[in-house]
């Protein structure tokens, strides 16, 4: 049975602003569509296997059952609720920015 899953407001803002950067700023409409297809096709993998994501080993997060997942040159970052069988999808981060700055503050 596959989990449901859900987005932070902070992840809202990456997914969208991702979205107008590749279509508007790079003017770049199909590569955009390929990354929406990237994106559904990584979401319907966790949502069948979620705990397919390697676990973060950061010192800045507190939590230790985040996970991430590539999406061409982005991570995704998500969250395991079990006992509600629901993905919760945390940010969708450049895969080149500095980590540590960005991940002290995922789990807050």
Do not use: Q, W
């Amino acid at each position: 049975m596959a989990y449901n899953y859900s987005f932070t407001h902070e992840a809202e803002k990456d997914f969208d602003e991702i979205l107008h950067y590749i279509t508007d700023t790079l003017d770049n409409p199909s590569a955009a569509s390929a990354f929406m297809k990237k994106f559904e096709k990584v979401i319907s993998e966790i949502r069948l296997f979620p705990k397919c994501g390697s676990l973060v080993e950061n010192e800045f997060i507190a939590l230790n059952d985040i996970r991430k997942i590539p999406i061409s040159n982005y991570v995704l970052y998500y969250r395991l609720k079990e006992s509600d069988e629901c993905i919760i999808v945390l940010s969708i981060i450049y895969g080149r920015r500095n980590m540590d700055n960005i991940l002290k503050d995922i789990d807050s």
